[in-house]
T-cell receptor, first 113, second 115 residues
Framework: DAGVIQSPRHEVTEMGQEVTLRCKPI?????LFWYRQTMMRGLELLIYFNNNVPIDDSGMPEDRFSAKMPNASFSTLKIQPSEPRDSAVYFC???????????FGPGTRLLVL | GNSVTQMEGPVTLSEEAFLTINCTYT??????LFWYVQYPGEGLQLLLK?????DKGSNKGFEATYRKETTSFHLEKGSVQVSDSAVYFCALYNAGGTSYGKLTFGQGTILTVHP
């Protein structure tokens, strides 16, 4: 299995631009998670989906962030407009079912100038 | 609610030294406990897990025992290698309440092993 796939791996953009991060979960997994990791705040859960439906988005920092999962094999996390404080590594993870291991992607390193 | 507390880092050891990274948790009921490892430039990957009290998880020479009486899940390795240098995260999953479906992570402990 190819594992969780994220793209792009690196993104550099200017403040105010729209940023879209993409994730392909492991085939057959029905839960998907978006995390953000920074030195200051550690690992934060932003949102998670179960069967393509958002279950908990309480970690989404503000309205500039949005996430979608149009089908079982694809999800996006969008930031519009981006700000320098959004600079972080964004991870996607997927899971076969509740209680089982989460599998993480390699992450997208975002730098907003 | 659920919480996980890891020992403060960073931890710096010489190769072949003994490693302990402390992890304690707060949760109701009977959570499952995990250790994840993050190597430089990579995502987190599961290192080991335990799903009930007194279970011992083990992998790659690492071990951790689920101690309900002390609410702990300390990670140990008898002889570390340079390749073990990474960030280690303790986590729990508790099916009850508002945490349903989510992992609760500790803050992570940076381990550096010198030759």
């Amino acid at each position: 299995d190819a594992g969780v796939i994220q793209s792009p791996r690196h993104e550099v953009t200017e403040m105010g631009q729209e940023v879209t991060l993409r994730c392909k979960p492991i085939s057959g997994h029905n839960s998907l998670f978006w995390y953000r990791q920074t030195m200051m705040r550690g690992l934060e859960l932003l949102i998670y989906f179960n069967n393509n439906v958002p279950i908990d988005d309480s970690g989404m920092p503000e309205d500039r962030f949005s996430a979608k999962m149009p089908n079982a094999s694809f999800s996006t996390l969008k930031i519009q407009p981006s700000e320098p404080r959004d600079s972080a590594v964004y991870f996607c993870a997927s899971r076969y079912r509740v209680g089982e291991t989460q599998y993480f992607g390699p992450g997208t390193r975002l730098l907003v100038l | 609610g659920n919480s996980v507390t890891q020992m403060e880092g960073p931890v710096t050891l010489s190769e072949e030294a003994f490693l302990t990274i402390n992890c304690t948790y707060t949760a109701t009921g009977y959570p499952s406990l995990f250790w994840y490892v993050q190597y430089p430039g990579e995502g987190l990957q599961l290192l080991l897990k335990a799903t009930k009290a007194d279970d011992k998880g083990s992998n790659k020479g690492f071990e951790a025992t689920y101690r309900k009486e002390t609410t702990s899940f300390h990670l140990e390795k008898g002889s570390v290698q340079v390749s073990d240098s990474a960030v280690y995260f303790c986590a729990l999953y508790n099916a009850g309440g508002t945490s349903y479906g989510k992992l609760t992570f500790g803050q992570g402990t940076i381990l550096t092993v010198h030759p």
